[in-house]
């Protein structure tokens, strides 16, 4: 038996269903401008109408702190989604209160509804009882389908799976199924490619990770910080030199864990971090006084490459270098190119997400040769840290509950 429910355990014809989706998505001018979270979370919204639900859609939208503000509508968004189903998408101006009971009271089964940004109420974020009580009104089930928001203790995440029958959706489902093959139970070796700018924002990530997998490969300007930990002159390289100490530490760890690390053998420095910067491929150990690292040199792409292909799993974090400007790209296009051609092969097992790197493998052209690309942002980094997601936590406690 499975941790939690699923569609499958759900029969919600002529049900209410409350789906918490992750609409948060990037808008210009007024209107969606990268629908794929809208057309992720469709699966499970069709897949709800054909079974005769009345789907009613519940989101946040940007960090409107408990007030209505009129650019953070989620309205465009109904749209977006409307253009996506080819179905009409009702629109409620407010959560909850009657005009939402309205909207949802007047959907025949098989019809969508999407309410207004959740975060409009304080109580959304502060987990409040009698905001979770009056959403829990609207709904007769509730449908969690936001992984991406699922490191939010908030009451459309927590609240309402205490409240109601609840089920995961499709999307969470099959986040969570390649979340656990990559890191719960992976064909070994499993290897993790950590990049981005700064250690201080990724340690408990890289605490966790050099106790679970066998090879990390770090790169981005975090991997400066490593470098200098080392002793080596990094120039004008982007470091955090108070990071020193507990990036040794991390070492440490990981040597005790068994955990190779690897970090760039050469690199490529520049004068300036400007696209077509002059730049050479150095030693790490002979990096000029007035240069900075911008990304991994051939030889250490190399080694890169002959270590993934021994490897069974690959779980991806970041970019390797300054991927936004060319030529410092390089790096990154080519070891993702690797892990894509190993993943096309069956040789391995690659899922990758957080913050950046959805835009740098995107840039690398092979978003959809990784097995996984995950939606979430912050939540993916939290899981990458070990921790126990409060929306995750809340459909096992329900399946505990029922
Ligand atoms: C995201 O875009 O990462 C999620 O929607 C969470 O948004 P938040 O960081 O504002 O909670
Ligand atoms: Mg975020």
């Known amino acids: 038996?499975?941790?939690?429910?699923?569609?499958?355990?759900?029969?919600?014809?002529?049900?209410?269903?409350?789906?918490?989706?992750?609409?948060?998505?990037?808008?210009?001018?007024?209107?969606?401008?990268?629908?794929?979270?809208?057309?992720?979370?469709?699966?499970?919204?069709?897949?709800?109408?054909?079974?005769?639900?009345?789907?009613?859609?519940?989101?946040?939208?940007?960090?409107?702190?408990?007030?209505?503000?009129?650019?953070?509508?989620?309205?465009?968004?109904?749209?977006?989604?409307?253009?996506?189903?080819?179905?009409?998408?009702?629109?409620?101006?407010?959560?909850?209160?009657?005009?939402?009971?309205?909207?949802?009271?007047?959907?025949?089964?098989?019809?969508?509804?999407?309410?207004?940004?959740?975060?409009?109420?304080?109580?959304?974020?502060?987990?409040?009882?009698?905001?979770?009580?009056?959403?829990?009104?609207?709904?007769?089930?509730?449908?969690?389908?936001?992984?991406?928001?699922?490191?939010?203790?908030?009451?459309?995440?927590?609240?309402?799976?205490?409240?109601?029958?609840?089920?995961?959706?499709?999307?969470?489902?099959?986040?969570?199924?390649?979340?656990?093959?990559?890191l719960e139970r992976p064909e070994r070796p499993l290897a993790a490619v950590v990049g981005g700018a700064k250690v201080s924002s990724k340690l408990a990530l890289l605490d966790n990770l050099v106790q679970k997998v066998d090879v990390l490969i770090i790169g981005g300007g975090m991997a400066n910080t490593f470098l200098y930990a080392q002793g080596y002159e990094i120039g004008k390289s982007l470091c955090e030199k108070e990071m020193a100490g507990t990036a040794r530490q991390i070492l440490e760890t990981a040597e005790a864990a068994g955990c190779d690390v690897l970090l760039p053998s050469d690199v490529v420095a520049a004068e300036a971090f400007s696209v077509n910067a002059p730049h050479r491929t150095v030693a790490t150990s002979e990096v000029p006084a007035e240069s900075m690292i911008l990304d991994v040199g051939l030889e250490s792409l190399a080694t890169l490459k002959a270590r993934l292909a021994d490897c069974r799993t690959c779980v991806w974090n970041g970019p390797l270098g300054a991927f936004e400007i060319a030529p410092f790209d390089h790096g990154t296009n080519v070891l993702a190119k690797e892990v894509a051609d190993l993943t096309r092969a069956g040789k391995i097992l690659s899922v990758a997400g957080g913050g950046d790197t959805v835009a740098a493998l995107a840039h690398a052209g092979v978003v959809e040769d990784f097995s996984y690309v995950s939606a979430a942002g912050g939540a993916f980094l939290e899981w990458l840290e070990g921790k126990t997601l409060p929306g995750v936590r809340a459909l096992r406690d329900a399946v505990v509950k029922a």
């Open 1 to 182: 038996m499975t941790s939690y429910r699923t569609l499958d355990d759900l029969d919600p014809a002529g049900q209410r269903a409350l789906v918490r989706v992750d609409f948060n998505v990037p808008m210009k001018d007024g209107r969606v401008s990268d629908a794929s979270r809208i057309e992720r979370a469709a699966v499970t919204i069709r897949e709800l109408r054909d079974k005769g639900a009345r789907v009613v859609l519940l989101s946040h939208f940007g960090r409107p702190k408990g007030k209505r503000v009129a650019e953070m509508s989620l309205k465009p968004v109904a749209a977006s989604l409307e253009a996506i189903l080819g179905h009409p998408v009702a629109f409620a101006d407010d959560c909850i209160g009657p005009e939402a009971e309205a909207t949802v009271a007047a959907l025949a089964n098989g019809e969508v509804a999407l309410l207004e940004n959740l975060r409009f109420h304080p109580g959304e974020e502060a987990n409040d009882d009698a905001f979770s009580d009056a959403l829990a009104k609207l709904g007769d089930l509730f449908v969690s389908d936001a992984f991406s928001a699922a490191h939010r203790a908030h009451a459309s995440v927590e609240g309402l799976a205490r409240r109601l029958p609840t089920a995961a959706g499709r999307l969470m489902e099959t986040e969570l199924t390649h979340l656990a093959q990559a």
